[in-house]
Every structure is written in structure tokens, then in C-alpha cells.
């Protein structure tokens, strides 16, 4: 079986969010269990460093609207798998991967290059697997130019939705950049939207957790794309995302004061708690919770329900409170007034430090995770692997990763809430950090729960090839 996962961002070659850690762990576990799987991705600015490392593969001229862009191919091995790169200066040599004013010409060029680089792959592809709007169109200019040639006949393709929320919506008039016959599986709401031409136009979709494809089939969570999603249920599936256990592992993780296991860990996550709070400044005892938030300041988050409680759980608790994360600006001057407010309490670090997550990972007691909405997450697998509790809204990929605390049956891994609701969060935070300091004996037995979870690339690999073998009998 021979898969080309289409990504607009793949670590460690560029990153953004999960998508990018997705690119890298699932054709590394398909590879691993013998089939083939490449990954096509720009040639972001950063990558020019490297360049002298590449292998130039080839190049093809791309018409867009009236002008022809050239699209240079270079290639590398990387952890067993082959990463190629579209390079076009004008496209993509920039200081961000989104958010530019043409990106459905830049995206569109993307999915035009996904395509032509087929016959210089000399690899026949079974499977195309794309990944959000950024490689939205690759479907549909399949289906409408492409099968023609025998070499592309028999090719099918999978759409994994990681976002909903973010569709890739221009214009109207943006379909001229394709030279061909308008079509209305690309029209939404009269725009140009390329994940509901995915969605249209793909053999089989998924998203990143059973729960979430159940979610976006309603108004809350569908953005307007409920009613396509729906018309496609006989061909919509949803899986978990996993880790790499190889980095997210507290046996071997160099980036950690003291390595620990979960039949030994008690005393190593105090060693790691002292020396991070060492290096923060923070109060230095050991015996009250530390509680963690590592993500992206957005509304989607939560962070709305942590500025309307954190205060109060501050002022009503002896917890110590640790913030990486950035976005938007409202939401970082929250957390450095947070910090200047509370500083033997607070510690507030804007931008991403991975060195600092992983030593919070290992040293945190609870990780929050209030989120409006989660397709998957990553960062609660991540938690759980080091021995720390998270926290979440029961929605999405949280309410299918985390069994609350059971204080009778002494069951679950976690703490939840279900309602988007701040005196919730509140409530189930204060109770989370008094059980931590009144009751270490139900603690301990939660943090082996957690660290004995699977959530490994080769349950994400297994799942994934079942459906791809779907996806090429139907």
C-alpha cells in the first residue's frame, strides 16, 4: 500500500499545531508496519538553511488563473520517511505559514503541486491522505482533471478534519484561479470554501476523535459545514490521534530532572517539581498542587473560563499556577498581569519553550484543558504519559481520552465538567487541588491509572491502516 499524506505543516519542519505532529508520527508508524507512506509539504523560509541538504527531484510548471508558477521538488529522509517539499519562492518563503492575503492562490498552487509530483514520485499511489483546507481542492482537481491519465485513475483519497473551524473561505471569484468551469461543490454560503470541496469531492472523511464526528454533525460544532457532513455519514469516521511514546516517554526523557515510571514515581515528580519551581522562582514547596496550562491562548481553549476564575482559585487555594502558550494579545497581557500579580504563585511564559513543557509535564500535578471545543488534543495524552491529571471540558478528544475521578470506586484518570460554564471549571479545579493535598492515597492510584493509558502511535497506525484497506476495497 503506497499512502502520500498531504500536509501543510510537519514536524520538525515547520509546526503550527497537531496537524504537524500528525504528518511526522503516522507515516513513521505506517512505515513501521510495512507499507509505504511519503510526505508532501511546503518549502517554508526556515527550511533555506537546509536546502544544501535537499535532494532536488524535479520541477513543474503550474498554471494559476493566467500565470505560470514553477514548482521545485526536493526530498529527505527523516526518522524512516521520506519528506518532500514544494518549493516556490514567491508562495511560501515567508515569515508565516497562514494568513497572507492570497492564500487561496498559494494553498491551490499546493494541491496543484500535491498532484504533479505523482509521475515524478515514480511510486504508484493507492491512497492520497489530506489534511484540512489547505489541501482541500486536491479532490476535486483530481476528479476534474487528473483521472484521465491512467496513472491517476484508480488513486482514492481521504480527508482528516483536524479543525473544523478553520475552512480555507475566499471570495467567490477566487475559483477563476483554477481555469476551469465554475462548479458548486467548491460554493458554500456563496464563497469559495476548499474544506467543503473536500468534503464533497473525498472518497471517505475523519476526524481526530469518535466524539468530535459526532459533534460536528450538530449547528454548536459544525460551522455552518454540519448539513455537507452529514450528506456524507456512510463515509465519515473518526480516530484518535496518538503519541510518539519514543519522545513522550518519563523513562528516558533527557529534558527532565528526574526519570520515573509508573510503578516509581512519587518521589521523582517532587525532585521534578523542586527544581522547576527552583528555576521559575516560585514558592518552593512540594506539598500543594502545581497546576499547568501548555496551549494556545485562543477562545477555543477556554481561556475566556480561566480569566473568570483563576483569581478565585488563586485566592482560595495554596496551588502554584505555570502558563506557556500565546495568541491573542488580550488573552497573553491576562497571563503576564496574572504573573506580575502573584509572583511566588505564577509563572507565565508567552511563546513555546518545548525544553519547559516537558519539564512541566513531568512536574505539574493537574493539566487544564477548559476547552469550548476539542477535535482531539494532544497535550492531555501528553499530560497523563508524565503522571499528570487533566483537567478538561467534557467535549471532543477530552471526553473520549479522560475517565473522571470516581471517589467510590477509586476509577478514572482525571477531572471533568460538562457545561462551558466558569463556576464549573472553578468548583472542579478547587476540588482536583483539595484531593491533591487531602488525600494523596486516591491520588496516586488516579496518576497510575493515567500513566498506564495507551494512547501510542501504534493503536493510531492500526486504526488507520484498517481504513485505508476500507477506503481501497469500497
Given at each position: 500500500m503506497n499512502?502520500?499524506?498531504?500536509?501543510?505543516?510537519?514536524?520538525?519542519?515547520?509546526?503550527?499545531?497537531?496537524?504537524?505532529?500528525?504528518?511526522s508520527a503516522l507515516p513513521k508508524i505506517i512505515n513501521q508496519k510495512g507499507e509505504k507512506a511519503i510526505v508532501i509539504t511546503p518549502f517554508y523560509d526556515a527550511l533555506y538553511?537546509?536546502?544544501?541538504?535537499?535532494?532536488?527531484?524535479?520541477?513543474?510548471?503550474?498554471?494559476?488563473?493566467?500565470?505560470?508558477?514553477?514548482?521545485?521538488?526536493?526530498?529527505?529522509?527523516?526518522?524512516?520517511?521520506?519528506?518532500?517539499?514544494?518549493?516556490?519562492?514567491?508562495?511560501?518563503?515567508?515569515?508565516?505559514?497562514?494568513?497572507?492575503?492570497?492564500?487561496?492562490?498559494?494553498?491551490?498552487?499546493?494541491?496543484?503541486?500535491?498532484?504533479?509530483?505523482?509521475?515524478?514520485?515514480?511510486?504508484?499511489?493507492?491512497?492520497?491522505?489530506?489534511?484540512?483546507?489547505?489541501?482541500?481542492?486536491v479532490p476535486f482537481l483530481l476528479d476534474d482533471i487528473y483521472r484521465v491519465n491512467p496513472l491517476y485513475k484508480d488513486i482514492k483519497t481521504l480527508l482528516t478534519i483536524h479543525n473544523l473551524e478553520y475552512q480555507g473561505s475566499f471570495p467567490k471569484d477566487a475559483h477563476k484561479l483554477i481555469n476551469r468551469p465554475f462548479n458548486y461543490a467548491y460554493i458554500h454560503f456563496d464563497r469559495m470554501n476548499y474544506l467543503k470541496a473536500a468534503i464533497m469531492r473525498a472518497n471517505h472523511i475523519n476526524t481526530v476523535s469518535p466524539t468530535y464526528r459526532e459533534e460536528v454533525q450538530y449547528e454548536y460544532y459544525g460551522f455552518t459545514l454540519d448539513g455537507a457532513l452529514k450528506s456524507r455519514l456512510n463515509q465519515f469516521s473518526g480516530i484518535l490521534n496518538g503519541i510518539d511514546y519514543e519522545i513522550y516517554n518519563p523513562e528516558t526523557d533527557s529534558l527532565i530532572e528526574q526519570t520515573f515510571n509508573y510503578k516509581h514515581f512519587?518521589?521523582?515528580?517532587?525532585?521534578?517539581?523542586?527544581?522547576?519551581?527552583?528555576?521559575?522562582?516560585?514558592?518552593?514547596?512540594?506539598?500543594?498542587?502545581?497546576?499547568?496550562?501548555?496551549?494556545?491562548?485562543?477562545?477555543?481553549?477556554?481561556?475566556?473560563?480561566?480569566?473568570?476564575?483563576?483569581?478565585?482559585?488563586?485566592?482560595?487555594?495554596?496551588?502554584?499556577?505555570?502558563?506557556?502558550?500565546?495568541?491573542?494579545?488580550?488573552?497573553?497581557?491576562?497571563?503576564?498581569?496574572?504573573?506580575?500579580?502573584?509572583?511566588?504563585?505564577?509563572?507565565?511564559?508567552?511563546?513555546?519553550?518545548?525544553?519547559?513543557?516537558?519539564?512541566?509535564?513531568?512536574?505539574?500535578?493537574?493539566?487544564?484543558?477548559?476547552?469550548?471545543?476539542?477535535?482531539?488534543?494532544?497535550?492531555?495524552?501528553?499530560a497523563m504519559r508524565y503522571g499528570c491529571l487533566p483537567?478538561?471540558?467534557?467535549?471532543?478528544?477530552?471526553?473520549?481520552?479522560?475517565?473522571?475521578?470516581?471517589?467510590?470506586?477509586?476509577?478514572?484518570?482525571?477531572?471533568?465538567?460538562?457545561?462551558?460554564?466558569?463556576?464549573?471549571?472553578?468548583?472542579?479545579?478547587?476540588?482536583?487541588?483539595?484531593?491533591?493535598?487531602?488525600n494523596q492515597d486516591d491520588w496516586k492510584i488516579l496518576v497510575r491509572n493515567a500513566m498506564r493509558q495507551d494512547h501510542s502511535l501504534e493503536q493510531m497506525g492500526k486504526e488507520y491502516l484498517e481504513l485505508y484497506e476500507r477506503i481501497l476495497k469500497s
Open positions: 499512502i502520500l499524506f498531504c500536509a501543510s505543516e510537519a514536524y520538525p519542519f515547520s509546526k503550527s499545531g497537531g496537524l504537524a505532529d500528525m504528518a538553511d537546509k536546502k544544501s541538504s535537499f535532494k532536488w527531484i524535479g520541477s513543474k510548471d503550474i498554471l494559476i488563473q493566467d500565470v505560470v508558477y514553477e514548482a521545485n521538488f526536493y526530498e529527505t529522509f527523516y526518522d524512516g520517511v521520506t519528506y518532500v517539499f514544494v518549493e516556490n519562492e514567491t508562495f511560501f518563503k515567508r515569515a508565516n505559514y497562514y494568513g497572507y492575503y492570497d492564500d487561496d492562490k498559494r494553498f491551490l498552487f499546493f494541491s496543484y503541486a500535491i498532484l504533479e509530483y505523482i509521475p515524478i514520485s515514480k511510486v504508484k499511489f493507492d491512497l492520497l491522505h489530506i489534511n484540512d483546507w489547505q489541501t482541500g481542492l512519587s518521589s521523582a515528580k517532587k525532585k521534578n517539581k523542586l527544581a522547576l519551581l527552583k528555576k521559575l522562582n516560585l514558592d518552593m514547596s512540594t506539598d500543594t498542587a502545581l497546576v499547568a496550562y501548555i496551549g494556545r491562548l485562543a477562545k477555543q481553549k477556554g481561556i475566556d473560563l480561566m480569566m473568570a476564575t483563576l483569581e478565585e482559585a488563586i485566592a482560595e487555594s495554596t496551588a502554584k499556577f505555570v502558563f506557556i502558550g500565546s495568541g491573542d494579545p488580550l488573552y497573553e497581557d491576562f497571563f503576564r498581569k496574572l504573573q506580575e500579580k502573584y509572583r511566588t504563585r505564577v509563572y507565565s511564559f508567552i511563546g513555546f519553550n518545548n525544553t519547559l513543557a516537558h519539564q512541566l509535564y513531568a512536574s505539574a500535578d493537574i493539566l487544564m484543558m477548559p476547552s469550548q471545543f476539542e477535535p482531539c488534543g494532544l497535550g492531555q495524552l501528553m483537567l478538561v471540558r467534557e467535549t471532543g478528544g477530552l471526553k473520549d481520552t479522560v475517565i473522571p475521578y470516581n471517589k467510590y470506586t477509586k476509577d478514572g484518570h482525571g477531572f471533568s465538567f460538562s457545561n462551558y460554564n466558569a463556576h464549573e471549571l472553578k468548583q472542579v479545579l478547587l476540588d482536583a487541588i483539595l484531593l491533591y493535598a487531602n
